[in-house]
């Protein structure tokens, strides 16, 4: 009898297709995140460290930090209101993977974006960076190939883009295994669809490394083995982080309602800054930022603070996380929950000594981000990457369960958007 033939039986010529695109992605995906970091360095030197020392000033004191955060939601608010595009829609009503958006805005956005992580706003370049990304994909990818779905490039765009913020094709395919992309995915094998995006994520991953050799982890001492006491303590200390994250989550739609009151973006973002350097004049320079560096800051110098002090840190970073997302200044929100975590570890760590850092580090970055971001593979692998220390992991797998009970069901930290 004649077998007949099934397309869908040998999908190795599709793969494969799509292999060399998705290389240039990942490359172009990092190369377009390492420019934003580039200039925004460059500027955060200008403004942090060149700018108050001529003018005899200290860049960490309190007088520096809220008049500069000021003038830094000024120009943004004005980039906002008057350049074509407004540099993109709310970014409160924007999640990690969105649609792709129109060239004319990304102009803006990049702008806008690179003045708040040279400025010291406490959001990372996520978010504008896979719009950006996601979009010149689209536009590129759908001339080249007219054929092939928007999803296509969506998947290869966020995969280039997360594995070169994370310098690791792992972090991607985690995420994107809990990213609905459209389309219909049928019985198609997992890694058949992840095959293309993981191409994008490794180039990307690599593209960083090579360039850049970003390192997202803390130096801890070692974790000394299980004890009964360390589940007991993983499940109290990631609850609490979910807790206390919630606490950011419900607080976001009326901050974000109170902003939007004034209207005007340029009086909006001004209002903005005002608070943020408010908040970091409280809180103290290590408040600033997307916080990358500042938890490898907090991870060498954490005996030096105490309970009241630490305290001080996760709230103002927290408060600072949700007044910059409600205010319409651009930017992620991952790695300012990363360090809220971290904080919160060592802040548990102080309260009980006898519990290893590792652990409570580890189990604050769950927490945290759990209710921040709603992704509990990207969480599980932040919190243990961050200490890393593998040892913890299966601790980590049993505590992200009741507190992902907690998360689930309740709002997310995002605005719904009216009129479509």
Known sequence: MEQQRDD?????????????????????????????????????RLLWTVLPASLGVAGTAAGWILPML???????????????????????TLGLVEKPMPVRV???????????LAGGVSLGPENPTIATNISLAYLIGTWLMPASAARTWIGLATAGTIGALFGTPVAAALVLSETPMGGTAGSEP????????????????????????????????????????????????????????????YAFSPVHALFHRIGNPLLMLTAGGLVLGALGAVGGYLTLFKGLNEIKELAASSAEYGVGALLVLVVVKLAALVVAAASGFRGGRIFPALFVGVALGFL????????????????????????????????LFMAATTVVDIGVLPILCVAVLPAWLLVTGRPEMIIERRGG
Do not use: K
Request: charged letters at 5%; hydrophobic letters at 60%.
């Open 8 to 44: 869908t039986a040998n999908p190795i010529g599709p793969l494969l297709l799509l292999a060399f695109p998705a290389l240039l992605v990942g490359v172009g995906s990092s190369l377009v995140l390492l420019a934003v970091s580039y200039l925004a360095d460059g500027l955060e």
């Open 70 to 92: 000021t003038v830094v939601g000024v120009v943004v608010g004005l980039v906002v209101w008057l350049v074509p595009g407004h540099a993109g829609p709310d970014p409160a």
């Open 106 to 116: 990304l102009p803006g956005m990049l702008v806008t974006v690179v003045l708040g």
């Open 190 to 249: 997992l890694w058949n669809r992840l095959f293309a995006p993981l191409v994008a994520a490794g180039a990307g991953s690599f593209t960083t490394v090579l360039l850049s050799n970003p390192v997202l982890s803390i130096s801890l001492p070692a974790y000394q083995g299980y004890a009964l006491g360390d589940v007991v303590s993983a499940f109290v200390i990631t609850a609490v982080g979910a807790g206390i994250g919630l606490s950011a989550v």
């Open 348 to 379: 548990a760590h102080a309260l009980v000594p006898s519990v290893s850092p590792v652990l409570t580090v580890a189990c604050g970055v769950l927490g945290i981000l759990l209710a921040i971001t709603r992704q509990g593979w990207l969480s």
